[in-house]
């Protein structure tokens, strides 16, 4: 059995941990693909006088699937993380991401003190 010590204060992600986030982070990959696919959809188009709420629904549609673009990238690039055995270490400080984060976040690149440095830069 593997242990890979998470955090400072002793957490250990076991291998049953990580095999549920790895689990956790391929359903939401299936989950994004699918959100992409149907924004891929062309909606109607209508001659009834919708127009602006065609666009309207359109904008959002176009953020919406944006943000799964996002999601979909950090879920790819945390499932590339796990392959190469670099997963739970803080992309800033090298440390490791805290466990708790992890189960919560499963594609957290940042441990808890770092993203909240990101977040207040902003």
Do not use: W
């Amino acid at each position: 059995m593997t242990h890979q010590t998470i955090g400072g204060r002793g957490e250990v992600l076991d291998d049953e941990d990580l095999a549920a986030l790895r689990e956790n982070l391929h359903e939401q990959r299936l989950f994004r693909q699918e959100q992409l696919r149907q924004f891929a959809v062309p909606s109607s188009n209508r001659a009834d006088g919708r127009r602006e709420a065609d666009a309207a629904r359109t904008e959002v549609g176009v953020k919406l699937a944006a943000s799964a673009r996002m999601v979909l990238a950090d879920v790819e690039a945390a499932l590339a993380r796990m392959d190469s055995g670099q997963y739970g270490t803080c992309h800033l400080c090298h440390r490791a991401v805290e466990r708790h984060r992890l189960l919560i976040v499963p594609q957290a690149r940042y441990c808890g003190r770092c993203q909240q440095v990101r977040e207040a830069g902003r």
